[in-house]
């Protein structure tokens, strides 16, 4: 089993940054990939981004250039920094785990860019 502990939305102005922080325990050994996912109202879950081990990354394409996902190997955190925040980014963001047996989910956490 895996626990994620999610922290780090809120409401930020266009143009705005946020950190997004997971921490995971438990059966952390097995762990292959960690990520982030968002949902909008009215839309399917869709990925952000995600970091597999040994540090390869992938973000989605309109994510780019703003966004960075890191993780801190030491701390068993995955983190989401997100600048140049647009409207369009607002939706609830999902920490995704991905082990050898199954995916794990975070609570998620509201992000909100709004004027």
């Known amino acids: 089993q895996v626990q994620l502990v999610e922290s780090g939305g809120g409401l930020v102005q266009p143009g705005g940054s946020l950190r997004l922080s997971c921490a995971a325990s438990?059966?952390?050994?097995?762990?292959?990939?960690m990520g982030w996912y968002r949902q909008a109202p009215g839309k399917q879950r869709e990925l952000v981004a995600a970091?597999?081990?040994?540090?390869?990354?992938n973000y989605r394409d309109s994510v780019k250039g703003r966004f960075t996902i890191s993780r801190d190997n030491a701390k068993n955190t995955v983190y989401l920094q997100m600048n140049s925040l647009k409207p369009e980014d607002t939706a609830v963001y999902y920490c995704?785990?991905?082990?050898?047996?199954?995916?794990?989910w975070g609570q998620g956490t509201q992000v909100t860019v709004s004027s």
């Open positions: 970091i597999i081990n040994g540090g390869n990354t």
């Open positions: 995704n785990v991905e082990t050898v047996h199954r995916g794990y």
């Open positions: 438990g059966s952390i050994f097995s762990i292959v990939t």
